[in-house]
């Protein structure tokens, strides 16, 4: 009722407001508006939210378009309003006026919806912002969160009573955010050479999405449950600033304060597994379950951003320019006790009551161009610090709201925050030189970074040759090679500072000071060394006046190899120990791009458009799995399933292949010109995501294959498809003069396989229904079940949108 009201206010507010303008101007105010009208029909055979991902498509009356423009062309006056979909979510509203040349006034509002699925369910209802609490809890009898393999009849009998009660309790949920971005400003230009502005935008984002909620002391014996994570953002962006352009020397200041606001701080979720006592925080099991599970959701914060660009032009027809700019961003709140039942913690006390959490920032860019006879000289320097403000604090680390018995929780679970900072500086040399109908550049570029509390600090070189030429006048080429080498000073053992030891407890094989926290073999994507080649080349050809066709090919490969050799990382325990020397992690990563695109207009009647694509991404990894609780005594598990960090048949294997394809084409075909008028579209597009295994997990250290449902098994998964076909065709045809009427038919296909999201693959298998599910092997330990949302949660489907609508243009 409310969309249909809006709909009639605003048309005739636009069917008006023309004629009043004209009456009350003289001749020289000139106006012109629009409006259309429509209608739109929606099938959706599967009420897949994919389909309405990002836009808002539903049955009923829509305004498609609103335009208004007036002009005075005697004293310079203006005023536009452009809106498309403007009483839905997905609405764009523009509006800008002013006096030419002395003032403007720019407005905009964009809606973005987000929907993730609408078949999601829970049972969870939101009492209060932020607060979760359900209908009721599992009456689970077997409260032992450390099990082992005698205890599987307890466990299975718990997953029983876990599907009884969601088919009692589960309940539909949304789970879609809805975003509103607006910006407004205003521009003088009166002042000569001098402009001075001030822009606000605000950004609202509301709305539910999948949240998690797992208590316990530490994967696998945590109980799982997904659940929704309510989101209420506010930003409020204030830029000022001010420019100067002369004939030589031109600067610009500009200040922006960005304040951003979570209108609701902490998720507070029940546990459902849980039956405390009347009145107590918390339910025994082995370990002290706390009655709610409670988790800091994004904290306000506020940034801050000054920066002066300044520019001259110098002798030799050559250029000095440089930038400044200082940053501070800041966020104090207030921080959560350790656990909701922080009473019967043995230590409740934080080391600090608030954050106190601060970054600054420093930019300084410097640019220097001189342009001789068919040369161009560049050269640049660039630096960027980070000083993380933060104080560091010793830590007792409460794992997910669980605690032993007598309050106290491991000594390994006591981390120090570590205020990560970093300075860059890049600095390099660019050289251009035209050669008749082409232009040969080549530059180079060395790049510093020096990383508090990481891993290693890096040196980049990089080397660019590019080519530009036009043949011909119809006919333009580019090709562009780059190759980086990065090299980084690795230092494995740097995150043991993120740990505290008290003194009785220094000695523990498990400090990070005497054995290790990442393997020693590990090395981080962003500090490991990195040899890059990158390519590109672009083909445009415009033969005639009515062709145009593009073709561009993109290479990227990088090669992460470290040199990484056999490492002795133990001070206590078996310190002659070696790791097995081969690099974990990221080691090469590959991507290529084709693209295609051709247009042919023979008359204003026809057009014809194609375009093809294909993007492919290949990455491959190594890891390595082992057992964390015998670091320095790695031979007392030498033939064990999950065995010592030494042995190299532990190690496996990730290929990933992910590979997209995009064909497409439209075209207009005027049947009557410029009054009868037909479009067509189709587009096409197969997605497949391929990830091939191999080593440890397809088979045990000693080679003998796993089957699929073991406890230590991985293999390569089937193929993840994603599939979309959309044919879309439209009429116009003149009505009355001034009045068309537009007719469009839209069809979608889109199928889905995942094995991710999928209930019927070996090693998952649903209980009583999509919403749990657990290993295939029925596993004793709680951490291999899922309370979940649902599956498929925005599953294929096959959709008719038909609309109609009216455009009346004055």
């Given amino acids: 009722m409310n969309r249909r009201r809006n709909i009639f206010v605003l048309s005739a507010a636009l069917l008006v407001l023309p004629a009043v303008v004209s009456a009350q101007q003289p001749a020289p105010v000139i106006v012109h508006s629009s409006i259309s009208l429509g209608g739109r029909r929606i099938n959706n055979d599967t009420n897949s939210s994919k389909l309405t991902e990002y836009r808002d498509l539903r049955d009923g009356a829509f305004l498609p378009h609103v335009s208004l423009n007036i002009l005075d062309s005697e004293k310079g006056r203006f005023f536009e309003f452009t809106g498309t979909n403007a009483i839905l979510d997905d609405q764009k509203l523009a509006l800008r006026g002013g006096t030419l040349g002395r003032w403007t006034l720019r407005g905009n509002w964009t809606g973005v919806p987000h929907n993730f699925s609408n078949k999601a369910q829970t049972p969870y209802e939101r009492t209060a912002p932020g607060l979760l609490e359900a209908p009721a809890n599992i009456p689970i009898t077997f409260k032992k969160l450390a099990t082992a393999a005698a205890d599987a009849p307890g466990v299975l009998a718990s997953d029983q009573l876990i599907a009884d009660y969601q088919a009692a309790f589960l309940r539909p949920t949304t789970l879609r955010t809805q975003s509103g971005v607006g910006h407004i400003a205003l521009e003088s230009a009166g002042l000569r050479a001098f402009k001075v502005g001030i822009a606000y935008d605000r950004r609202k984002k509301e709305g539910l999405k999948v949240g998690y909620g797992p208590i316990g002391d530490r994967p696998p014996r945590t109980l799982n449950i997904q659940l929704t994570e309510p989101v209420d953002y506010r930003t409020n962006d204030l830029t000022v600033s001010a420019e100067h352009v002369g004939r030589r020397f031109q600067a610009q200041f500009s200040y922006l304060l960005s304040d951003f606001a979570n209108q609701i701080d902490t998720l507070l979720w029940e546990n459902v597994f849980a039956t405390p006592a009347a009145g107590a925080t918390f339910d025994t099991w082995d370990r002290s379950m706390s009655a709610f599970g409670r988790r800091p959701l994004p904290p306000d914060n506020r940034y801050h951003n000054a920066s002066v660009s300044m520019g001259i032009e110098l002798p030799a027809d050559s250029r000095l320019s440089g930038t400044f700019a200082y940053g501070r961003l800041g966020q104090d709140e207030v921080l959560l006790p350790y656990s909701f039942n922080v009473n019967v913690l043995a230590n409740q006390t934080l080391p600090r009551a608030t954050a106190k959490a601060e970054v600054e920032t420093q930019q300084a860019f ?38 032993n018995l007598n309050g106290t929780v491991s000594y390994k679970n006591k981390r120090m925050n570590l205020p990560y900072a970093s300075d860059r500086f890049n600095t390099g040399l660019d050289a251009g030189y035209q050669i008749g109908r082409s232009t040969l550049s080549a530059g180079y570029e060395r790049e510093f970074i020096w990383r508090n509390f990481r891993d290693a600090d890096t040196r980049g070189d990089r080397l660019t040759l590019s080519w530009r030429a036009r043949p011909a006048t119809w006919a333009n080429l580019r090709a562009r090679y780059v190759f980086g080498s990065r090299d980084g000073d690795i230092e494995p053992f740097a995150n043991s500072q993120g740990f505290w030891y008290a003194l009785a407890e220094a000695n523990d094989a498990d400090n990070p000071a005497f054995s290790f926290t990442n393997h020693p073999d590990m090395v981080r994507y962003d500090v490991a060394d990195r040899r890059r080649h990158q390519g590109e080349f672009t083909l445009t050809l415009t033969p005639r006046d009515i062709v145009s066709i593009a073709a561009t090919v993109r290479y990227r490969t990088d090669d992460f190899d470290s040199g990484v050799v056999p490492r002795s990382p133990l001070a206590v325990g078996e310190v002659d120990a070696v790791s097995p020397g081969d690099q974990l992690g990221l080691l090469e990563d590959t991507r290529l791009r084709y693209s295609f695109d051709a247009s042919y207009m023979p008359t204003e009647r026809f057009s014809l458009n194609a375009f093809l694509s294909l993007d492919n991404g290949t990455s491959f990894q190594r890891g390595i ?63 497949d995501v391929d990830i091939t295994y191999a080593g440890y997990g397809v088979t045990n250290f000693d080679g003998t294959p796993f089957p699929l449902n073991r406890q230590f098994a991985f293999s390569s998964p089937p193929t993840v498809n994603q599939d979309l076909h959309a044919v879309n065709v439209g009429l116009q045809l003149p009505v009355v003069e001034r009045l068309t ?48 949302l649902g599956s498929f949660l925005a599953p294929s489907y096959d959709a008719h949108i038909a609309y109609v609508a009216f455009n009346y243009r004055f």
Avoid: C, H, M
Wanted: net charge negative.
């Fill in 366 to 403: 410097v640019e220097y161009v001189i342009n001789p006879a068919r040369l161009n000289l560049r050269t640049w320097a660039r630096y960027y610090g980070l000083d993380n403000n933060t104080p560091q604090s010793n830590w007792q680390y409460v794992t997910s709201d669980t605690s």
């Fill in 625 to 687: 799995s082992f057992d964390e609780n015998f670091k320095t005594t790695p031979s007392a598990i030498a033939s064990a399933e999950a065995g010592p960090w030494t042995r190299k048949s532990s190690q496996w294997t990730a290929d990933f292949d992910d590979q997209n394809w995009t064909v497409g084409f439209s075209t207009t075909i005027g049947i009557v010109p410029n009054r009868v008028i037909l479009d067509a579209g189709y587009t096409v597009s197969f997605g």
């Fill in 741 to 788: 009427l537009g007719l469009n038919y839209s069809y979608e296909r889109f199928r889905l396989d995942d094995w991710q999201q999928s209930t019927t693959q070996p090693w998952v298998e649903p209980v009583g229904s999509e919403f749990l599910l657990r290993d295939t092997s029925q596993d004793w330990r709680w951490g291999n079940r899922l309370f979940n």
